[in-house]
């Protein structure tokens, strides 16, 4: 959700470190690798281009590469510079609405499981559960409807009063009534995530260029070519689009379109501090905003546009999870600003505000830095997972808003599948990268 978090000064512990640290050595891995390839390059051959090296990207790459794929992942900045590399660590199954989204992410969470093990670096995978808190009986009226729902596809999820609640978070604040728990709620680090993936794919053979893009396709029998900013040229088999918010970009060099559009985030980080509590913590508010995140505004009788509140501009939402080392990352909004990557001190006043009125200590905590990134969303809320219609072999995992984390195992294998002609075990249907297309879309 943040301008990429590596790259600013005032943050501590093991979040900021793993960044810089891997930064440090992906750039000068990558400026090696890139001399290494432009020297030798000029056209090279893969089974499969990968344009786009975030948390999906990566994956993808890993699931490929032990397929036996010959992969070349391509970043026009470094792993990690997108929404990848800024945002939080939660995998949030509770977010998710009843349906295929939901039994993805079951089925993610599975894939996190035997991944820790199974990838050649540590991704500080964690259950630790999850609350969302309910502050009033609206909220808990939607709240006891939505875990309903979710129960009935088989979430374990319940509604907790208020003595349970203190139990796992002893220093809420007095006027929260109610709270969901879930025990599977859990959370990852996603720059080791990223740099696992990678290192697993690397150890199967896939080759990293880093600070190149591509600005032309051409459509080839045998599949595609691509024409990289730095003059080299890439024959591929498969082409495909993980770029997130930027994915647009991509598409329009075959000829298509594909609606995603970047909504920005705001987050806090604060100095590193003993836990809190037990759980990573939402809010029902956030929630609703994100089950409901594209609703038109409301209209006056005039036809006016009605007034916003600050919180309603900004898309307030509360997000409130601990890192490893002890820092706490405090989020988020939910803003349709392009692609400004700027913080914003308003939002970052009601950020703040929000906190403290949620866990009163959090006043005498200090806040180190503050980031923005920008996720990539769709009309629907659901990702674009497939081929491109009229680009055979062209390939599209991109539009996860704030979901890509949480998917990412599931979206490698899914992806990985469609691409070596593997039926994935989820109908498709919902993610068609077509399903725009004469419906007012692009």
């Known amino acids: 959700m943040h301008e990429h978090a590596a790259f600013q000064e005032g943050d501590s512990g093991s979040l900021r470190k793993t960044r810089i640290r891997y930064h440090q050595s992906c750039r000068i891995r990558a400026f090696r690798l890139a001399g290494k390839l432009r020297k030798a390059m000029a056209y090279a051959r893969c089974d499969v281009a990968i344009l786009g090296a975030g948390v999906n990207g990566t ?10 794929k010959k992969v070349l992942l391509i970043d026009k900045i470094v792993m990690g510079a997108g929404a990848s590399g800024s945002c939080d660590d939660m995998i949030l199954l509770q977010s998710k609405k009843p349906g295929i989204l939901l039994e993805m992410a079951f089925k993610s969470l599975e894939r996190f499981e035997s991944l820790k093990d199974e990838l050649p670096a540590d991704i500080e995978f964690e259950t630790r559960g999850g609350t969302i808190l309910i502050e009033d009986e609206e909220h808990l009226a939607i709240m006891e409807d939505f875990v309903a729902s979710q129960n009935r596809y088989g979430l374990e999820v319940e509604i907790i009063d208020r003595k ?73 088999e498969v082409v495909v689009n993980a770029a997130g918010a930027w994915a647009n970009e991509i598409t329009k060099l075959v000829g298509f379109e594909v609606p995603i559009t970047p909504r920005k985030g705001q987050v806090i980080v604060t100095e590193a501090i003993p836990p809190l509590g037990a759980t990573n913590v939402w809010s029902a508010q956030y929630i609703v905003s994100k089950l409901k995140p594209h609703e038109p505004a409301i209209s006056r009788p005039d036809g006016r546009a009605a007034v916003q509140t ?133």
């Open 59 to 68: 994956s993808i790459a890993y699931e490929l590469s032990k397929r036996g």
């Open 164 to 236: 349970r609640l203190l139990q796992l978070q002893p220093l809420v604040a007095e006027d929260i009534i109610a709270s969901t728990y879930s025990a599977r709620d859990s959370q990852v680090n996603p720059m080791l995530l990223m740099k696992a993936f990678l290192l697993g794919a690397r150890q199967k053979g896939l080759e990293f260029l880093s600070r190149t893009r591509a600005v032309e396709m051409k459509r080839l029998d045998s599949g595609w070519e691509l024409l990289l900013d730095s003059g080299d040229r890439v024959e591929a």
């Open 310 to 442: 600050p919180a309603e501009r900004f898309g307030l939402g509360f997000a409130f999870t601990g890192t490893h080392n002890g820092n706490y990352l405090i989020g988020s909004t939910r803003e349709n600003r392009g692609f400004d990557k700027s913080t914003d001190p308003e939002a970052i006043g009601l950020l703040s505000a929000q906190v403290e009125r949620f866990f009163p200590v959090m006043s005498k905590i200090n806040f180190i830095r503050t980031f923005a990134g920008l996720r990539p969303s769709t009309p629907d809320g659901m990702p674009f997972l497939g081929e491109i219609p009229g680009a055979p072999g062209f390939f599209i995992a991109a539009g996860h808003e704030g979901d890509g984390i949480a998917l990412s195992p599931i979206t490698g294998l899914v992806m990985a599948d469609l691409i070596t002609g593997k039926k994935p075990e989820f109908p498709m249907k919902a993610f068609d990268p077509g399903r725009f297309c004469g419906k007012g879309g692009v």
